[in-house]
């Protein structure tokens, strides 16, 4: 199975809003769970995704979309794991929108999938600005970027339902304050869901595909 | 009537060059080596400008403007070392412009600095794209964001004259491959000035000082 890739350049004249929102009820239709994943560059985006596939895919059928301004690294690892990815490259664009994702499904099984997870690009500011159709908001927040993120960067900490803590086993090494961190972020955001985990010694993941999972199930009940 | 077409980008760009060349000029009319550092969230742009600081205070006038989306973290800090500092916030904006530098430059002694470190936005995207007056240009990667950054970022990459590799005293508990990161940086950029640095350690920076206490004195003697 090869790689689709689709190069797109930023539509800045696009209601972004209203294709987000003919992107949800596409996605209703099926009863998929959409995720929008994201974080800095290098926070443990694919890895997450990786991860998730490897232990949710004999519950759920699973999909993906990979955000990046260039490359098809990301999308040839999904590939490789048998699961339906599109590739965007953004040309230089700092973030997904809404027309992106748009064709992105069309080039997806989206009759035969339970969860669709998109990988937005790397950036902790641009994102957060513009809605895919998602249901919910994932974004990882890496120990080595240093607990003052959220003071830095609080639009995306306030507007997301989960923050993944990723790379805890890196903890003995890093000046890392994680009673600050979880402050300044329950204070952002109240309601949010904070896991700490590790992408490469899989502690804490159980807890976030156990709500994962559930999230599905409630989708597909819908 | 014709219809008017404004093509947002280009404009925008095009007014960018014209105000960073005039602050370059104004910059230059002081022999005041300036140096825009850019990287992800986290990766140690503010640990860098504090070591920087440490090292060079006593061979030349430093004076530093930080860009972040919110807060004054990291002006506070150097406020704190005793140096002339700047904070712009961009409320939301993702990158500092030739404008932001301009109004901060309006706050600085230029007439007594040596050396002025421009902090942007952490942000792997756009800030390659907006000139502000600099002569330099440096940016840094972390081991934790992984090795395959500049294939994902290559624009950041390829435009820089230097790339301070960050965080090397983590390799023991990384899997990050440092042949495939240089060859793909040098085959980006070959003349880019590479330095494996932790800000922690103090590993590296040896050799970062050097050189921008070489470039410091070859701008003043200009």
């Given at each position: 199975?090869?790689?689709?890739?689709?190069?797109?350049?930023?539509?800045?004249l696009g209601a972004n809003?209203?294709?987000?929102?003919a992107n949800k009820k596409r996605l209703d239709s099926h009863n998929i769970l959409t995720i929008n994943i994201m974080s800095s560059p290098g926070a443990g985006k694919t890895s997450l995704i990786m991860n998730t596939i490897n232990h949710m895919k004999s519950k759920a059928r699973i999909a993906v979309i990979e955000g990046d301004v260039a490359s098809s690294v990301d999308a040839d690892k999904i590939n490789e794991m048998?699961?339906?990815?599109?590739?965007?490259n953004t040309a230089g664009g700092c973030h997904l929108d809404a027309n992106m994702v748009e064709s992105g499904l069309n080039g997806l099984p989206l009759a035969e999938t339970d969860l669709l997870l998109i990988e937005n690009v790397g950036n902790l500011i641009c994102p957060n600005a513009f809605?895919?159709?998602?249901?919910?908001?994932?974004?990882?927040?890496?120990?080595?970027?240093?607990?003052?993120?959220?003071?830095?960067?609080p639009a995306m900490f306030a507007d997301t339902d989960v923050v993944l803590l990723n790379k805890i086993d890196l903890q003995p090494h890093?000046?890392?304050?994680?009673?600050?961190?979880?402050?300044?972020v329950?204070?952002?955001?109240?309601?949010?869901?904070?896991?700490?985990?590790?992408?490469?010694?899989?502690?804490?993941l159980g807890a976030w595909f156990s709500w994962l999972e559930s999230e599905v199930n409630s989708k597909k009940n819908k």
């Open positions: 199975m090869t790689v689709k890739i689709i190069t797109v350049g930023e539509d800045i809003e209203e294709k987000a929102k048998g699961i339906p990815v599109i590739q965007i809605a895919l159709g998602e249901d919910l908001r994932v974004m990882i927040a890496s120990l080595p970027e240093g607990d003052d993120k959220p003071i830095k960067y890093l000046d890392f304050n994680m009673d600050a961190f979880t402050k300044t329950t204070k952002l955001n109240p309601d949010v869901q904070l896991f700490p985990i590790s992408c490469k010694s899989g502690e804490g």
